[in-house]
């Protein structure tokens, strides 16, 4: 038999990527993160997190550290080291540094499934003491997901729903701090 390979020069054909999954998988690491701030104690921290996919059943691992730079380096690096399920999404802290140099803390919210180059992310502003989100969903761009925006967010929300305190994050989300812009 004689075998032609790839005789066209195409590129190599990936995993469909399952966006569905993704959305929902986000969702549910994001309601994971709007529950926990709403348990901390002033001054306190979130630990890092990674769940873990097995189709849809969840298994949440924190990475607690000395020190947050180094629980997200190990969330970080037991991710790359996931090679089996269906994906994962991830949740921690973060300080984005706006143009007047004042930093703003945010939720970052990561997902992957296979078939992605690089993981999804998406970045909401939010006040702490008493929690609050400011504004909306702030997604990093991303060539090979996010293509129907609505059907994207409609699973992300199932995700959301997935958790026992769904509910309360959907109100935390409705409640968002608003911005006005003066010019």
């Known amino acids: 038999m004689i075998r032609f390979g790839d005789i066209f020069g195409s590129k190599r054909r990936q995993a469909a990527i399952d966006e569905k999954r993704l959305a929902f998988y986000m969702g549910y690491a994001f309601s994971h993160a709007i529950q926990v701030q709403h ?3 002033p001054g306190e921290l979130t630990v890092p997190y990674v769940v873990y996919w097995d189709k849809e059943t969840p298994v949440p691992v924190p990475y607690p550290a000395a020190t947050q730079h180094e629980s997200v380096a190990n969330a970080q690096s ?3 080291q996931a090679t089996s399920g269906s994906g994962w999404s991830s949740g921690r ?3 984005i540094t706006q143009s007047n140099g ?3 803390d ?3 919210i990561e997902g992957w499934v296979p078939g992605l180059d690089v993981p999804l992310e ?3 502003y939010y006040r702490k003491d008493p929690f609050r989100l400011i504004q909306g969903f702030l997604w990093k761009a991303h060539a090979q997901v996010r293509k129907d925006g609505p059907s994207f967010m409609a699973e992300f929300k199932r995700g959301i729903l997935a958790q026992s305190f769904g509910q309360q994050c959907m109100e935390t989300i409705d409640n968002a701090e608003r911005v006005q812009f003066v010019s």
């Open 93 to 95: 802290e973060g300080a």
């Open 78 to 80: 037991a991710r790359e």
């Open 106 to 108: 945010v939720l970052v």
């Open 102 to 104: 004042a930093k703003m």
């Open 39 to 41: 348990l901390l104690a």
């Open 122 to 124: 998406v970045f909401v």
